[in-house]
């Protein structure tokens, strides 16, 4: 079974940062693209990052480039997400998900993280 | 960049089909992945590629595209489908995924 549990959200300060973790158990971790999604409180889902399988390859959403930087483990089963220059925009929860592979489909979610920034 | 359009709200009443669209400029070039979330849940993939379905997806959703529209069709609504529904496609021009704005179907 497909599983992927994300951690390390909490509250932050603005201009703070943040790591968030993501485990991947019951399946090649290493085969598949990863990806990160956020989801402000009340509001729709937005992509955030993407990494392909061995990490040499990455890919942000505007609004977070040059601020965050998605990495993987791929001996610890781990997708990251290192988050600096928090804003008050960012509050939101943080979903890992695995690419479905061929047509960029995400097709397992994890439960989220939430961040919360504010002073 | 690429922008998604769907429709705030769409209401159907139990064993009716219920119809979500999602406009983007050219959107039948691309593949189309709809998305199923329940309030406090992740969201859930319930058709991919445009019309195909994952295991264990009921055959009651199916999806189409073609030009500037893709749609989510769920038939025989049951009280369970009452969710939040998004599109989601990835933009080859820019290297991006981008997500629909999100249609909160009510089962009346």
């Known amino acids: 079974e497909v599983q992927l549990v994300e951690s390390g959200g909490g509250l932050v300060q603005p201009g703070g940062s943040l790591r968030l973790s993501c485990a991947a158990s019951g399946f090649t971790f290493s085969s598949y693209w990863m990806h990160w999604v956020r989801q402000a409180p009340g509001k729709g889902l937005v992509w955030v990052s993407r990494i392909n399988s061995d990490g040499s390859s990455t890919s942000y959403a505007d609004s977070v480039k040059g601020r965050f930087t998605i990495s993987r483990d791929n001996a610890k089963n781990t997708l990251y997400l290192q988050m600096n220059s928090l804003r008050a925009e960012d509050t939101a929860v943080y979903y890992c998900?695995?690419?479905?592979?061929?047509?960029?489909?995400?097709?397992?979610w994890g439960q989220g993280t939430l961040v919360t920034v504010s002073s | 960049s690429y922008v998604l359009t769907q429709p705030p709200s769409v209401s159907v009443a139990p064993g009716q089909t219920a119809r979500i669209t999602c406009g983007g400029n050219?959107?039948?070039?691309?593949?189309v992945h709809w998305y199923q979330q329940k309030p406090g849940q992740a969201p859930v993939l319930v058709v991919y590629?445009?019309?195909d379905r994952p295991s264990g997806i009921p055959e009651r959703f199916s999806g189409s595209n073609s030009g500037n529209t893709a749609t989510l069709t769920i038939s025989r609504v049951e009280a369970g489908d009452e969710a939040d529904y998004y599109c989601?496609?990835?933009?080859?021009?820019?290297?991006?995924?981008?997500f629909g704005t999100g249609t909160k179907v009510t089962v009346l």
């Open positions: 998900a695995r690419d479905g592979g061929g047509v960029y489909d995400l097709d397992y």
């Open positions: 989601q496609v990835w933009d080859s021009s820019s290297d991006l995924y981008v």
């Open positions: 590629d445009d019309s």
């Open positions: 050219n959107i039948g070039s691309k593949s």
